[in-house]
Each structure stands twice: as structure tokens, then as C-alpha cells.
């Protein structure tokens, strides 16, 4: 794969997620923003434009750890570095509700 996340000989066909080669942990968190990388290079195709988005592997591990609905550990990225989720944002980010709500409100509510 490239850095726009195309196969390699295959400027039409792009990879996400977990079947990629990108050396990072195979994560949802990851495919989204895969995704993201590759909605903008459709988009561009699609217009007529050349792509240009791309995609680099975060150089450290992000984890959130929910312990229940209001604990929990974590490490999330910043731009300046590694740094250390608190209970607090571990919860308000993902424990609360393990993001249902936050894909309840992408893709619409189910009957
Ligand atoms: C136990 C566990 C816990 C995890 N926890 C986390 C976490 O906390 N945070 C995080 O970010 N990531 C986590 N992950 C990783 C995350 O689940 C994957 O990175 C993510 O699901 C990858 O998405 P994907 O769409 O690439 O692949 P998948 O979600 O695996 O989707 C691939 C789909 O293709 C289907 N498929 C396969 N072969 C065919 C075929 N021939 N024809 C049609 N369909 C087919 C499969 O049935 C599946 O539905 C966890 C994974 C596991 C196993």
C-alpha cells in the first residue's frame, strides 16, 4: 500500500482497517481514520482531482480502557506525544456508553 492507502498498481482500489499493511495494531480506532483518508480520495477522484490525503501511523499506542461506566485507564495522542487518559476522559470518551451513541448518531437509529 501507499501513504494514500491505495494497493500498490491500483489507483482505483484502496485498503481499511484490519486487512491493511500499515505497521500499527490492527484497531478500530485505526480503520476510521483510515476510512476518513479514503473518503477524501474518492472525493477528490470523483471531482475530477488528483488525491492527496494520506495516511501515517500514530508512532506510539493509543488505548482506552473502560473500568465500568465512570473508571477506567488509558493513553491517547496529542501533538505532543503520548499522554495519559484520566478515568474521567476514559469514561466520558468510551465508558459511558462504548460509543453507541456516537454510531447511533452516524449511521441513524435502528427500528
Ligand atoms: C476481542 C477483540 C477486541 C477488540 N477491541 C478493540 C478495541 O477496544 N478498540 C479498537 O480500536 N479495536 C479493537 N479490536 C480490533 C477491531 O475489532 C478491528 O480492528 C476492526 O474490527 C477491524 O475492522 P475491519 O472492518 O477492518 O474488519 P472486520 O471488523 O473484521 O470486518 C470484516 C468483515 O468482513 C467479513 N468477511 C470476511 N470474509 C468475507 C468474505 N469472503 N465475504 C464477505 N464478507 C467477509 C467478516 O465477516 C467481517 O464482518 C478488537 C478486536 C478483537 C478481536
Redesign the pocket.
Known amino acids: 500500500m501507499n501513504e494514500r492507502l491505495n494497493v500498490i498498481g491500483h489507483d482505483h482500489v484502496y485498503a481499511?482497517?484490519?486487512?491493511?499493511d500499515v505497521a500499527e495494531?490492527?484497531?478500530?480506532?485505526?480503520?476510521?481514520r483510515?476510512a476518513e483518508v479514503v473518503v477524501e480520495n474518492i472525493k477528490a477522484r470523483l471531482n475530477g482531482a488528483e488525491p492527496t490525503a494520506t495516511y501515517e501511523p500514530t508512532p506510539f499506542p493509543?488505548?482506552?480502557?473502560p473500568l465500568g461506566t465512570t473508571g477506567g485507564v488509558g493513553q491517547l495522542p496529542t501533538p505532543d506525544g503520548p499522554s495519559v487518559a484520566s478515568p474521567a476522559m476514559v469514561a466520558d470518551y468510551?465508558g459511558t456508553d462504548l460509543f453507541t451513541g456516537r454510531f447511533t448518531g452516524q449511521f441513524g437509529p435502528t427500528a
Request: proline share 0%; hydrophobic share 65%.
Open positions: 481499511v482497517g484490519d486487512i491493511t495494531a490492527k484497531m478500530a480506532g485505526w480503520a476510521m483510515h493509543m488505548m482506552l480502557l468510551k
